[in-house]
Nanobody, 123 residues
Framework: QVQLVESGGGLVQAGGSLRLSCAASGRTFSDYTVGWFRQAKGKEREFVAAINWSGISTSYADSVKGRFTISRDNAKNTASLQMNSLKFEDTAVYYC????????????????WGQGTQVTVSS
């Protein structure tokens, strides 16, 4: 059974920074790609960032590239998302996900999801 617990969300002014953390249970954390997704009110959930099992390969949505950084610590079964230069449009519930895959059409999906943490950016 995989459980993912996010933390670190909150209210921040535009231009500020937040760091989200994801604590995972289960022995297979280090075997799979981990990612972050977000869902703004009234919108569909969207991919934000992913990092492969070793931490060497990362991918980002164009909207966050250069501002967000994903990382992981397999020894601690944790993943993080450092978010800098936050914008009002980054406001959303952010979800940690495990066993992230990308389809041939470029759609990111995951098998396991956390409960989400709210990030609110004031303009």
């Amino acid at each position: 059974q995989v459980q993912l617990v996010e933390s670190g969300g909150g209210l921040v002014q535009a231009g500020g920074s937040l760091r989200l953390s994801c604590a995972a249970s289960g022995r297979t954390f280090s075997d799979y790609t981990v990612g972050w997704f977000r869902q703004a009110k009234g919108k569909e959930r969207e991919f934000v960032a992913a990092i492969n099992w070793s931490g060497i390969s990362t991918s980002y949505a164009d909207s966050v590239k250069g501002r967000f950084t994903i990382s992981r610590d397999n020894a601690k079964n944790t993943a993080s998302l450092q978010m800098n230069s936050l914008k009002f449009e980054d406001t959303a519930v952010y979800y940690c996900a495990q066993r992230v895959t990308v389809s041939s059409r470029g759609v990111y999906e995951a098998d396991y999801w956390g409960q989400g943490t709210q990030v609110t950016v004031s303009s």
